[in-house]
RNA sequence: GCCUAGAUACUU
């Protein structure tokens, strides 16, 4: 089973949903029985699939046989699953039935919530659920964080985003590649381009290596304000490393 | 048990 968990997860990841299905349609008849791992597996293709009423039913299917249930991973991806499809009401069932079942929502999944108000631009509601997981003894992270941050960024309130970050580093939580990446982009696109070459600065001091969109997202920012000159020479230097 | 779930750019 675990090869063969193995190969569903690099299928799952190149977005070979059709194979996945396939696959585990092929371990099943060589009598190969899957495993929380591979069910889960096989929940996140159908979502990807767009199918995510299949993906529920499986779950369910998963809930009727009382040992080997369902965990806080095959809940959290049929949460997703939903979220991704902006049918947030549906989420949000998903998640009262988990608790109801006993099986706690994580940081992951509260993230999940987080992303779908905010790709509704709900942002508010968003920071609430942010802030209110911890009564439910779940601390946010810096992905749950950095959800929130980035649909300030995409709304042009960078002050709201900038106060979002620094409540994060007051958490102890250092800010990883992916925040800066944020911060950066949303100075980018309101062309504060001055900022935008001091965070970069300061993200390096602080140790943090530039990535890839790290430099795609600075050098478009530097294109549009027409400084081709900084885009070149940052270009140069991405292709250096 | 790094066999499974959540965040960022460009392009489309």
Redesign the pocket.
């Known amino acids: 089973?675990?090869s063969?968990?193995?190969l569903?997860?690099v299928l799952?990841?190149s977005n070979h949903v059709q194979l996945c299905w396939k696959f585990y349609q092929q371990m099943s008849r060589n009598g190969i029985s899957p495993?929380?791992?591979?069910?889960?597996?096989i929940?996140?293709a159908l979502c990807k699939a767009g199918n995510v009423e299949e993906a529920e039913r499986v779950l369910l299917e998963m809930e009727e046989k009382g040992w080997e249930g369902p965990?806080?991973?095959?809940?959290?991806?049929v949460?997703?699953g939903y979220?991704?499809k902006g049918e947030v009401e549906k989420a949000f069932e998903i998640v009262e039935k988990m608790k109801k079942k006993q099986i706690e929502p994580?940081?992951?999944?509260?993230?999940?919530l987080?992303?779908a108000l905010?790709k509704q631009r709900n942002v508010l509601e968003a920071e609430k659920l942010l802030k209110e997981m911890r009564k439910s003894g779940v601390d946010?992270?810096?992905?749950?964080?950095?959800?929130v941050?980035?649909a300030f960024?995409?709304l042009g309130k960078l002050a709201e985003a900038g106060r979002l970050a620094d409540e994060m580093v007051q958490k102890g939580l250092i800010p990883?590649?992916?925040?800066?990446?944020?911060l950066?982009?949303g100075l980018?696109?309101k062309g504060k381009m001055k900022k935008a070459g001091e965070l970069f600065q300061e993200m390096q001091r602080r140790k943090l290596v530039p990535?890839?969109?790290?430099?795609?997202?600075?050098?478009?920012?530097y294109c549009k304000e027409g400084n081709m000159h900084e885009a070149f020479r940052l270009h140069n230097e991405m292709v250096e490393k």
Not at 35 to 41: F, R, W
Not at 106 to 112: E, G, K, L, P
Not at 176 to 181: D, I, P, R, S
Not at 211 to 221: A, L
């Open positions: 089973v675990h063969c968990n193995t569903l997860g799952l990841k495993n929380i791992y591979t069910k889960n597996m929940i996140h965990d806080v991973v095959s809940y959290t991806t949460v997703d979220c991704r994580n940081v992951v999944t509260y993230s999940a987080i992303g905010c946010a992270d810096k992905v749950a964080y950095a959800t941050i980035d960024c995409k990883n590649v992916v925040v800066y990446n944020t950066l982009h980018c696109r990535d890839m969109i790290t430099y795609t997202t600075v050098i478009d920012g």
